[in-house]
């Protein structure tokens, strides 16, 4: 297992940013797929975005161009850069670290006016 650590939620107008990361632990987090994932009540969880341990991206259509997925190998951090925030974007956001199938206990973004 994979200790997996959120921060950096918390309530945005619309239209701002937020930076959420993903603390881990462990060797195996520098070099596992890592994702963000998000969940509102009563629906499923949805993936946000995901790194690969050589930098490759892939990201929800939902989020394109607004979010961007990276990784800190010296800090054992993923971090999700969110920029132009909408009220949909509102959710509990999750890391997952796809090996082990870690996961965080999740950070509250909230977004709305």
């Known amino acids: 297992q994979v200790q997996l650590v959120e921060s950096g939620g918390g309530l945005v107008q619309p239209g701002g940013s937020l930076r959420l990361s993903c603390a881990g632990s462990?060797?195996?987090?520098?070099?596992?797929?890592v994702f963000w994932y998000r969940q509102t009540p009563g629906k499923q969880r949805e993936m946000v975005a995901r790194i690969t341990g050589g930098g490759s991206t892939n990201y929800a259509d939902s989020v394109k161009g607004r979010f961007t997925i990276s990784r800190d190998n010296a800090k054992n951090t993923v971090d999700l850069q969110m920029n132009s925030l909408k009220p949909e974007d509102t959710a509990v956001y999750y890391c997952n670290e796809a090996l082990t199938d870690s996961w965080g206990q999740g950070t509250q973004v909230t977004v709305s006016s």
């Open positions: 462990g060797s195996i987090f520098k070099v596992g797929v």
